[in-house]
């Protein structure tokens, strides 16, 4: 499904004459022949079948008359060099494509295709197939939640396949999809999900990853995909200790606890002069002329000291700030 969703929108995209359509339904035709062939001649030492030869010649040529008549040698789906030695598959990779589809894609449209090549491509083709000793295929992987959430994930992908199918075919459909999801999906989970990819941090912040590490950004990089992702440096033990420093996707970040804009405020609402000790409430007012870097790096100093006690995560919790991820159908 994802395969086809990001042919159709290269499609959409990238396609204006009817004989471009004709290429590629040829080229599927001319690659099943290839491949049937060449499965034959392997297995019975280099003989061919005559009538598969036919209809390999065939729909190359019908391939080399439309791209005639359309002007061009090559289109975007076909790879020249194994379309010229008829060698399957004449299509470009299915990963080539589906980054070539990430590029001209929507913003929610990319969530429909999955973010990227591993999480939408193959993490389907993994779950379907067995790989010996990489899977736990116990509970966690197989509760109603995670079916739920690939189902959710599946509906995504098959409305904007039919959104875009009706459109590439010119076909009218105002009480359809644009009705129950809106004009832009706007209505949709992937609308919502989507907020998880947009993360915006600044360098200086301070986060919980979701596998619970606190971590600081220093560093952040907006691809041509449009994600981003943040260095972050570990403020307490790294998962591998020889890396404190490390890149992460900002979908990977549970969440934005401090900003050295919020330092002061929060200072502020969380401090209670009444329960300071005398020598330390003698000095309150001279800590908060500090500049907002040096109030951020006590605030800091703070949540470090709680995680590592064990109790910043369960204040979080109780305070509502944040959720159970298992709340969450992505």
């Known amino acids: 499904m994802v395969e086809l969703l990001s042919l159709l929108?290269?499609?959409?995209?990238?396609?204006?004459?009817?004989?471009?359509?004709?290429v590629f339904l040829s080229a599927e035709n001319l690659d099943l022949a290839l491949a049937r062939q060449e499965d034959f001649r392997e297995l019975y030492e280099?003989?061919?079948?005559?009538?598969?030869?036919?209809?390999?010649?065939?729909?190359?040529?019908?391939?080399?008359?439309?791209?005639?008549?359309?002007?061009?040698?090559?289109?975007?789906f076909l790879h020249k060099d194994r379309l010229k030695n008829l060698k399957p598959s004449v299509f470009e990779s299915k990963k080539k494509l589906f980054l070539a589809a990430l590029l001209v894609a929507s913003a929610v449209g990319r969530v429909a295709l999955g973010i990227s090549y591993g999480r939408g491509y193959s993490r389907t083709s993994?779950?379907?197939?067995?790989?010996?000793?990489?899977?736990?295929?116990?509970?966690?992987?197989?509760?109603?939640?995670?079916?739920?959430?690939?189902?959710?994930?599946l509906?995504?992908?098959c409305m904007h396949i039919m959104h875009l199918a009706y459109k590439i075919v010119g076909v009218s459909d105002p009480e359809g999809l644009s009705k129950v999801m809106g004009e832009n999906f706007e209505k949709s989970e992937a609308s919502r999900t989507i907020a998880q990819f947009k993360k915006e941090l600044e360098v200086g912040d301070l986060v919980l990853t979701v596998w619970t590490d606190l971590a600081e950004i220093i560093e952040e990089h907006t691809s041509k995909y449009g994600y981003k992702a943040y260095k972050i440096k570990y403020l307490l033990?790294?998962?591998l200790p020889e890396f404190r420093e490390d890149w992460i996707e900002s979908s990977n970040i549970l969440a934005h606890l401090m900003t050295k804009a919020w330092a002061r405020s929060f200072l502020e609402k969380n401090t209670s002069l009444e329960k300071m000790p005398k020598e330390v409430k003698e000095i309150w007012p001279e800590v908060m002329k500090q500049s907002d870097d040096e109030l951020m790096k006590s605030v800091m100093h703070f949540f470090v000291d709680m995680h590592k006690h064990g109790i910043l995560i369960p204040a979080l919790m109780e305070s509502g700030f944040l959720k159970k991820r298992e709340e969450s159908v992505f």
Not at 9 to 22: A, K, S, V
Not at 51 to 76: C, F, M, P
């Open 237 to 239: 033990q790294p998962p």
């Open 126 to 153: 993994q779950s379907v197939h067995p790989l010996l000793g990489s899977h736990d295929y116990g509970k966690d992987d197989n509760d109603t939640k995670h079916i739920i959430a690939n189902f959710s994930y």
């Open 155 to 157: 509906s995504i992908i």
């Open 9 to 22: 929108i290269l499609f959409d995209r990238n396609t204006t004459q009817d004989e471009e359509y004709r």
């Open 46 to 76: 280099g003989r061919t079948i005559s009538n598969t030869q036919h209809s390999i010649d065939d729909y190359a040529k019908r391939i080399r008359d439309d791209l005639n008549t359309l002007g061009v040698q090559e289109l975007w």
